[in-house]
């Protein structure tokens, strides 16, 4: 064995060994530290991903559910559109059996020695032109009016001469919103 005087030499070198002790540690220590800074910044830009990748999810199941609420939309208003068609369908359909009544009830009351030679109506109003044998067919005519469609005012009238016949030419307006009820 060895004894150990306290020479310089021998400082130097345990000098040494400690320094490269410390150097080896203090690398070792860097390389340790780089490496955890390696992977810690690996798991951070990571977890930053997944992050975007959540949020370009979630930006994605807006965009959507924009897309389905802006058919929502469409679909009510559509909805609404169809809503006022069939209400005006209805409205027709109601109006459509006031007018064959009234039309019905407008031929009934024709006498058979009257023509109707042009019509116009309304459900607020009947104008037509017509030609009568002659004038109490007339006045039958507007009595019959008068009693079961409305006021028939006696309108101007005047005779003329048709294939060798006189006939009373005459034009009426009756409204219909006045109807009286059937005389008995």
């Not at 116009?120 to 032109?129: E, P, V």
Request: glycine letters at 2%; charged letters at 25%; one cysteine or more.
């Amino acid at each position: 064995m060895i004894v150990k005087i306290n020479l310089l030499p021998w400082r130097e070198e345990l000098k040494i060994q400690e320094e490269n002790k410390v150097k080896r540690f203090l690398v070792l220590s860097c390389l340790i530290g780089a490496l955890l800074s390696g992977v810690l910044l690996f798991l951070v830009q990571e977890e930053l991903n997944s992050r975007q990748i959540r949020i370009d999810i979630i930006n994605a199941e807006f965009t959507q559910l924009g897309n389905v609420e802006a058919q929502m939309n469409e679909r009510k208003e559509q909805t609404e559109r169809l809503k006022q068609q069939l209400d005006v369908l209805q409205k027709l359909s109601a109006q459509r059996s006031e007018v064959v009544s009234l039309m019905e009830k407008f031929s009934s009351v024709t006498p058979q020695d009257a023509f109707i030679i042009s019509l116009a109506f309304t459900l607020d109003k009947i104008s037509f032109n017509a030609l009568a044998k002659d004038r109490d067919v007339l006045a039958i005519h507007l009595d019959s009016l008068d009693n079961y469609i409305g006021p028939a005012p006696i309108p101007p009238h005047q005779e003329v001469m048709m294939d060798g016949n006189r006939v009373v030419s005459y034009s009426v307006e009756v409204d219909t919103n006045k109807i009286k009820e059937p005389r008995s």
